[in-house]
């Protein structure tokens, strides 16, 4: 139980194009949803944080217009990553929080954005 | 906020002894503390949290232990193995959203 898909897992984009990245409960509804980025080596840094059916909150320095997440359902939710740079490349994961056991987050398995 | 501080960056140990990675976190209200494994590559998958209100926890050959006090935490992994190999992330939390915040994390190298 408690899996978390994220789709694409890798995309390669040109400079100033836009690139949405999916993130699904497949088997829980997830009250809440984060957004991290993680660079080679580092931690996990969190982008924004994504409750149903309200807007989200972004962590300072999170650009909100250029990182736009939208949380339509209990089970999905979805970052743009608009007018995408080359420094935008990073391992994007997401994470859901369910009902049950409030506290774990359970991670999806990331997306790898490359922008040339 | 929270912050949390992880060490060492990096730890290796011969196969079959035990590994040891401390945290220490600022927030006294802090109330939920996961421990995560993150292979090359991978998502982060939770290996043990413990809450506030206990002291000690333990999972076969993972153990976390707690001091409130001394606001740390720390990780036991014993009769370490290879595929123990990864990067391991102490986090943190006293947000009503459970937002996390990660340590620095700890490459672990398990050599036969």
């Known amino acids: 139980g408690a899996v978390v898909s994220q789709h694409p897992s890798w995309v390669i984009c040109k400079s100033g194009t836009s690139v949405k990245i999916e993130c699904r409960s497949l088997d829980f509804q997830a009250t809440t949803m984060f957004w991290y980025r993680q660079f080679p080596k580092q931690s996990l840094m969190l982008m924004a944080t994504?409750?149903?059916?309200?807007?989200?909150?972004?962590e300072q320095g999170v650009e909100k217009d250029k990182f736009l997440i939208n949380h339509a359902s209990l089970t999905l939710s979805t970052l743009t990553v608009t007018s995408a740079h080359p420094e935008d490349s990073s391992f994007y994961i997401c994470s859901a929080r369910g009902w049950f056991r409030t506290d774990t987050q359970y991670f999806g398995p990331g997306t790898r954005l490359t922008v040339l | 906020g929270e912050n949390v501080e992880q060490h060492p960056s990096t730890l290796s140990v011969q196969e079959g002894d035990s590994a040891v990675i401390k945290c220490t976190y600022s927030?006294?209200?802090?109330?939920?503390f996961p421990w995560y494994k993150q292979e090359l590559g991978k998502r982060p998958q939770l290996i043990i949290d413990i809450r506030s209100n206990v002291g000690e926890k333990k999972d076969q050959r993972i153990a976390v232990t707690l001091n409130k006090t001394a606001k740390h935490f720390s990780l036991h992994i014993t009769e370490t193995q290879p595929e123990d190999s990864a990067v391991y992330f102490c986090?943190?939390?006293?947000?009503?959203?459970?937002?996390?915040?990660f340590g620095a994390g700890t490459q672990v190298v398990v050599t036969p």
């Open positions: 986090a943190a939390t006293s947000d009503s959203w459970g937002k996390l915040q």
């Open positions: 927030d006294s209200a802090s109330n939920y």
């Open positions: 994504s409750n149903e059916g309200s807007k989200a909150t972004y």
